[in-house]
């Protein structure tokens, strides 16, 4: 059960790096921005890997780390074609280390899919941030992701203490309700409408209950794919990174997942 003490240090944490990220937004270019997701992508990648591999398997985690940084700075230069030979060169690689192992004795041959779902799960998935960041008006579309996501998940959890009772997903995340899950949608879809009408006056209202909802249910995913993930090896946090939240991960989980949602649904649905 949390205590006052960590509830205010879990609140000192949030708006602290809330603050940060606000003001890297606003004021930072295309490029200060992709250097920010780079480095979170490395710090979540990093979490991912002791959470997949444990201790050891250096060089797994070493390759993985490298071709993750790399992966934001190809979005941002806007050529599909160096992502797919980072991608490719990566699997490459991965299985030449793997092969390199096996003179010394046979390795898990599942270590390999880590690495490629760690490539294709954080830093593939994160850098949509810089995609959007390079729309026009994409400092709005960073922050709209930022608050469907962090208003969603805030109404969330005060929602789902007061008035939780049926469990959403125990087996993977015991603390998660339906309740909850109710307002975190009904969060999200307000603070998409309220930051819309605001700060986007030009786009038509129509789509931002869609955006709210939807980015509701699909943040929702985002928390409980990586919550399968730690639960599988045995993990409450991806890290003790940040006080009163746990890893960076725990708090990027569902915004990974908003980031491309709300990506597409500009380029492909808005046009």
Request: glycine share 12%; with cysteine; net charge positive.
């Amino acid at each position: 059960m949390a205590t006052p003490n960590s509830n205010l240090q879990r609140w000192m944490t949030g708006l602290a790096l809330a603050a940060v990220l606000l003001l890297i937004i606003v004021m930072g270019s295309p490029v200060v921005l992709t250097a920010i997701v780079a480095l979170v992508i490395v710090i979540g990648l990093w979490e991912y890997n002791g959470i997949v591999f444990g201790p050891g398997h250096r060089a797994e985690k070493t390759e993985s780390l490298l071709f993750a940084f790399l992966i934001p700075w190809a979005v941002l230069a806007g050529d599909a074609r160096w992502i797919a030979a980072i991608l490719t060169f990566a699997m490459l690689i991965v299985f030449m280390v793997f092969l390199w192992q096996v003179r010394k004795s046979f390795p898990d041959p599942s270590s390999v899919m880590k690495v490629m779902f760690g490539l294709l799960y954080i830093p593939l998935l994160t850098s949509h941030f810089v995609l959007l960041r390079k729309l026009e008006g994409g400092i709005y579309w960073v922050l709209l992701v930022l608050v469907i996501g962090i208003i969603g998940d805030t109404v969330a959890l005060y929602v789902g203490k007061s008035l939780g009772k049926r469990k959403l997903l125990e087996a993977v995340s015991p603390g998660k309700t339906v309740e909850g899950t109710l307002g975190l949608i009904a969060g999200s879809t307000l603070a998409a409408c309220v930051f819309g009408y605001f700060w986007l006056p030009g786009v038509h209202w129509i789509h931002f209950p869609v955006l709210g909802f939807v980015g509701g249910i699909i943040g929702q995913l985002g928390d409980l794919c990586e919550s399968a993930i730690k639960r599988s090896h045995g993990k409450k946090d991806a890290s003790d990174l940040l006080p009163g939240h746990g890893g960076l991960m725990d708090r990027m989980d569902s915004l990974i997942f908003l980031a491309p949602f709300v990506y597409y649904y500009r380029i492909f649905v808005m046009g």
